[in-house]
């Protein structure tokens, strides 16, 4: 998973505690995505960011805020963390081969709010 | 929308045997890819399928996309324990610069 890497690997969280997961790119593209991993229920897309400064709503949007403040930095927060955020979070970037999205991802941040 | 729809949900399999994983669409698919993930690990792109009857090769792993491009199968031969994991299909959404995922495949190889 070179190129992406994503902080926190675990977490445990109180109900109605903050955090803020970082992810970090070192190879240059715009587009950087939020995936959270459910078992049962694949990957479901947060957030996304096609360029630096901007940001959109994905599948799953709510209880989540976003920054990309510069082009290599794509964070995730939860404000107040409750137990159904309990999942895997994923932060990808779109490598866009030939015209076709491609998607390289980090290694994954655990998440379990009790 | 589009839906990726992947079977089996889970598989196992003993260790020497061939498998295949398949990746239904509800529309036509434009990029069709699949990851594979062990435990505590990212996701690894395996393969990018296409164009339609694509078919691409990885050491023991083989992609295909139909000629209609609305199905992928995933076929492991001669399955080895390091092909366990959870296997993944994705697809292109046109014009949003987004993709959509299967639920996934649990692979289970039994030594």
């Known amino acids: 998973n070179a190129g992406v890497t994503q902080t926190p690997k675990f977490q445990v969280l109180k109900t109605g505690q903050s955090m803020t997961l970082q992810c970090a790119q070192d190879?240059?593209?715009?587009?950087m995505y939020w995936y959270r991993q459910d078992p049962g229920m694949g990957l479901r897309l947060i957030y996304y960011?096609?360029?630096?400064?901007?940001?959109d709503k994905g599948e799953v949007p709510n209880g989540y805020n976003v920054s990309r403040l510069n082009k290599r930095e794509f964070s995730l927060r939860l404000e107040s963390a409750a137990p159904s955020q309990t999942s895997v979070y994923f932060c990808?970037?779109?490598?866009?081969?030939?015209?076709?999205?491609?998607?390289?991802f980090g290694a994954g941040s655990r998440l379990t709010v009790l | 929308s589009q839906e990726l729809e992947q079977s089996p949900q889970s598989l196992i399999v003993q260790e020497g045997k061939n498998l295949t994983i398949n990746c239904t669409s509800s529309?036509?698919?434009?990029?069709l890819y699949w990851y594979k993930q062990k435990y505590g690990e990212g996701l690894i792109f395996l393969m990018m399928?296409?164009?339609?009857?694509e078919e691409k090769s990885h050491e023991k792993i083989t992609a295909k996309l139909d000629e209609k491009k609305q199905q992928s199968s995933l076929h492991i031969t001669a399955s080895q324990p390091s092909h366990a994991g959870i296997y993944l299909c994705?697809?292109?959404?046109?014009?949003?610069?987004?993709?959509?995922f299967g639920d996934g495949t649990t692979l289970t190889v039994k030594p």
């Open positions: 960011s096609a360029s630096e400064g901007t940001t």
């Open positions: 994705g697809a292109d959404i046109p014009n949003a610069g987004k993709s959509t």
């Open positions: 529309k036509t698919l434009y990029g």
């Open positions: 190879m240059n593209h715009n587009s």
């Open positions: 399928l296409q164009k339609g009857g």
């Open positions: 990808a970037i779109n490598q866009r081969i030939s015209g076709a999205n491609d998607l390289t």
